[in-house]
């Protein structure tokens, strides 16, 4: 459903969905309820909005509309795959494919969604496109790999905490910007710009996913909860306290203690202001392209990332 994040951009939405729609009968007949099912709860499509943000101006072509409908199926698949990781049993309110088809079902349908966008992106008229979304599968699954085999580990650093999310989230962030501003034919400056803006929202937009497994519920979010902590990963209020209080909170966080209250004011305080940092670097990465369409469509996912941090309450 789309929103006013999308004002502006509905025929680019309409043909994502019309294109999206027709890739569920190229997969076999066993797979496509699967495809259909992860295709029948978009969420905001942020990835999408993304590349036509930093592709704006005029009508959707062709080719933007088919490089943000990749990009998305390889999102899709990450998804998939992190709720096999984190034994997820809901997302945008409805069951994952890891709930209703198990785990092994689904890590091979999330491993079939990238195949099929590299295919997609390998029939582009250049080599282009299928090395900015190889490039970025690559790096979103690397990513993972590394947060999986830092899981439990208490001594995991701040830094290997932002190479792991700019891996995780922002690479594909930035590949959506940078495929959306280059498939619309946008001058150099205008690719660094946006790719640039792409990579500080994906880490800022990771930090708040964090701040939401710790501080919401499952209801508000439509999706599983508090699985950070339980399945032993290490996120930004998670580490911040542990350096301000020692190792001792995280034990006590993986046994299902309240958020809100063993992690001190300080350290809510410090992550919020880490976000907002990151929010303010994306804004600032526009500056060169001021003027253009781009900032327009683009800075209303800041807007919205700072207002919905804003309704999270760190403490009861």
């Known amino acids: 459903m789309l929103t006013p994040l999308h004002a502006g951009l509905e025929e680019h939405f309409k043909a994502l969905e019309a294109f999206l729609a027709a890739q569920e009968?190229?997969?076999?007949?066993?797979?496509?309820?699967?495809?259909?099912?992860?295709?029948?709860?978009?969420?905001?499509?942020?990835r999408p909005l993304l590349a036509f943000?930093?592709?704006?101006?005029?009508?959707p072509s062709e080719a933007l509309v088919r490089g943000a409908g990749i990009i998305e199926l390889v999102?899709?698949?990450?998804?998939?795959?992190?709720?096999?990781?984190?034994?997820?049993?809901?997302?945008?309110?409805?069951?994952?494919?890891?709930?209703?088809h198990g785990a092994h079902a689904a890590v091979l349908f999330g491993d079939a969604l990238f195949a099929h966008a590299l295919v997609l992106a390998s029939e582009h008229r250049t080599s282009e496109l299928c090395r900015i979304v190889a490039r970025a599968s690559r790096e979103v699954c690397s990513g993972e790999v590394c947060q999986t085999f830092s899981r439990g580990q208490d001594d995991l650093s701040l830094d290997d905490y932002y190479r792991h999310i700019r891996l995780k989230t922002a690479e594909l962030f930035e590949a959506a910007c940078f495929a959306g501003a280059l498939l619309a034919e946008r001058p150099p400056e205008h690719i660094q710009a946006c790719s640039l803006f792409g990579r500080h929202l994906g880490i800022a937009y990771q930090i708040y996913d964090d701040l939401v497994d710790l501080l919401q519920d499952d209801s508000k979010a439509g999706k599983t909860l508090g699985t950070d902590a339980a399945s032993g990963k290490l996120t930004l209020p998670m580490l911040l306290e542990r350096d301000r209080s020692g190792p001792g909170v995280l034990a006590k966080l993986r046994q299902g203690g309240d958020a809100r209250t063993l992690i001190s004011a300080e350290t809510w305080r410090e992550s919020f202001r880490r976000l907002d940092a990151e929010i303010?670097?994306?804004?600032?990465?526009?500056?060169?392209?001021?003027?253009?369409?781009s900032p327009f469509f683009l800075l209303r996912l800041t807007a919205f990332l700072r207002e919905t941090a804003a309704r999270l309450t760190p403490r009861s």
Do not use: C
């Open 75 to 100: 999102h899709l698949a990450t998804l998939v795959h992190d709720d096999v990781l984190d034994g997820a049993d809901t997302r945008h309110g409805s069951d994952t494919p890891n709930r209703t």
């Open 280 to 293: 303010a670097a994306a804004e600032q990465a526009l500056a060169p392209i001021e003027g253009t369409p």
């Open 53 to 59: 943000g930093s592709g704006a101006g005029g009508a």
């Open 25 to 46: 009968a190229v997969f076999e007949p066993e797979v496509r309820p699967m495809v259909r099912d992860v295709l029948a709860h978009p969420g905001k499509r942020l």
